[in-house]
C-alpha cells in the first residue's frame, strides 16, 4: 500500500489562493486514478475532484469548485496538485488525496491531510 503525504494548506482570507500538493511513495500514482477529498468538521469525507491516470478525464464534484479548482497530476514527481482560487468560507476543510474508488476499495494509505481554513 502506499503512503501519500498532503501539504499546501493554510489559514487565508475569502478570495484568496492556495495550491495543495499530494506527493505519493511506494506506489506510482501513474497506475491509479487519483482524486482529492475533503472533510468540514462534523461532517462525512467527500470527494472534490478526479483525474485519469493519463489526465486526459477530469471531473468536479460541483459546479463552484469545477470553476474555481484545478486538479493536475505530475506523474513523473508522482506528486498530485489542487490549484484553489476564489476561496469561500464553505472550502474550510482537511483536504486529502488518495486513489479514486475503485473495486470497492482505495489504493494508498491515508495520510494526515493538510488543513483548509478560509475566513469570511
Known amino acids: 500500500q502506499g503512503q501519500l503525504d498532503e501539504s499546501g494548506g493554510g489559514l487565508v482570507q475569502a478570495g484568496s489562493s492556495l495550491r495543495l500538493s499530494c506527493a505519493a511513495s511506494?506506489?506510482?500514482?501513474?497506475?491509479?486514478?487519483m482524486a482529492w477529498y475533503r472533510q468540514a468538521p462534523g461532517k462525512e469525507r467527500e470527494i472534490v475532484a478526479s483525474?485519469?491516470?493519463?489526465?486526459?478525464?477530469?471531473?468536479y464534484a460541483t459546479y463552484s469548485v469545477k470553476h474555481r479548482f484545478t486538479i493536475i497530476r505530475d506523474n513523473a514527481k508522482n506528486t498530485l496538485y489542487l490549484q484553489m482560487k476564489s476561496l469561500e468560507h464553505e472550502d474550510t476543510a482537511m483536504y486529502y488525496c488518495?486513489?479514486?474508488?475503485?473495486?470497492?476499495?482505495?489504493?494508498?494509505?491515508w495520510g494526515t491531510g493538510t488543513q483548509v481554513t478560509v475566513s469570511s
Open positions: 511506494g506506489r506510482n500514482i501513474s497506475d491509479y486514478n
Open positions: 483525474i485519469s491516470w493519463s489526465g486526459a478525464n477530469i471531473n
Open positions: 488518495n486513489s479514486a474508488y475503485h473495486n470497492a476499495r482505495y489504493y494508498f494509505n
